[in-house]
């Protein structure tokens, strides 16, 4: 028997992606349509988040990773509940009510905030049953619901996590150069960073281990490769613990 859902708290999931083709940290969206049985013309026609309502069986984080693993296939990644959304404006302008209408939900629906980190090559769009899309963070497309203040928010959430927890590492390969790692975090920072400076003192950091090994496959002179040892980093820092690029 299906599980019955609470019908007005769901959990919407921001799922961050860097490419590291195009130095860019994106976002993923479906597309949300809904067409006039008469006229055959878009009633709405925007994107949004992946969201669901809750199971009365389950805990959020679980909802969690359900909404996520129906979405990408993937499950086990870095996840972080960042805010709740209950303003009982929030589904209320002409498009999310004539949505809410055709979907029989509730429109005074709390929703609970995560976001999910991974590259984007993780994804397999080809095979998404939703039609999910990458768009960069700096560049979306119109969106349905409060959905842009949610990613908004997930956003600043992680610029500042970036600063003094070691999340990056999860949007990267196991083993990476110094120019991967500066393009994350100027990519989530949205800045320019001086390459010597960065280098110097990431350099330094007892938690970057240097590989005996450099990159294969490349036309310019390979790389030194690194890892991020996180028994090292949970062993020097119990606490918080700013990154200082």
Not at 60 to 75: N, P
Not at 210 to 227: I, W
Request: charged share 30%.
């Amino acid at each position: 028997m299906k599980p019955k859902i609470i019908p007005n708290v769901s959990v919407d999931c921001v799922v961050f992606g860097f490419d590291a083709a195009t130095k860019s940290l994106n976002v993923l969206l479906i597309k949300r349509q809904l067409k006039d049985e008469e006229t055959d013309e878009f009633l709405v026609d925007d994107f949004v988040l992946t969201g669901y309502h809750m199971y009365e069986t389950e805990k959020l984080d679980e909802t969690a990773t359900r909404v996520l693993k129906e979405l990408t296939g993937l499950d086990n990644l870095y996840k972080k509940q960042f805010k709740s959304f209950g303003s009982p404006y929030r589904l209320m302008n002409e498009k999310d009510i004539i949505w809410a209408k055709h979907e029989n939900f509730n429109l005074r629906t709390i929703t609970v905030a995560y976001y999910f980190l991974l590259q984007t090559y993780e994804v397999n769009l080809k095979e998404n049953k939703h039609n999910a899309q990458w768009f960069p963070i700096n560049n979306l497309p119109e969106l349905g619901f409060d959905h842009l203040d949610i990613i908004n928010q997930a956003y600043a959430d992680l610029k500042s996590k970036a600063m003094y927890k070691p999340i990056v590492f999860e949007m990267l390969p196991d083993k990476f150069t110094f120019n991967e790692l500066q393009d994350i975090f100027e990519s989530i920072l949205d800045i320019e960073i001086d390459n010597r400076n960065f280098r110097r003192k990431m350099i330094a950091k007892k938690y970057l281990i240097a590989l005996d090994e450099k990159q294969v496959g490349v036309t310019k002179k390979p790389s030194k490769l690194y890892m991020f040892s996180k028994d090292v980093y949970e062993k020097m820092y119990k606490n918080n613990y700013f990154i200082n690029i």
